[in-house]
């Protein structure tokens, strides 16, 4: 392993604890970002089935 493969490992560690323990600090913040999330996902899911099926309907 070179130099840069070192460091990108060692940051890659750093960023994945601080992302860990910002994730338990926040844990209601994120847990109401995930709903949110699922809710966009859904709605976009929706209003693709509905233009699909305006597509489809006018054949």
């Known amino acids: 392993m070179d130099k840069t493969g070192i460091a990108a490992l060692i940051v890659g560690i750093v ?11 926040f844990l209601p913040e994120v847990v109401k ?14 209003l693709m089935l509905i233009i699909f099926g305006i597509l489809i309907f006018k054949e």
């Open 15 to 25: 960023l994945l604890v601080l992302g860990a323990y910002a994730i338990w600090v």
């Open 33 to 46: 970002a995930v709903e949110g999330l699922i809710g966009i996902v859904v709605l976009l899911a929706g």
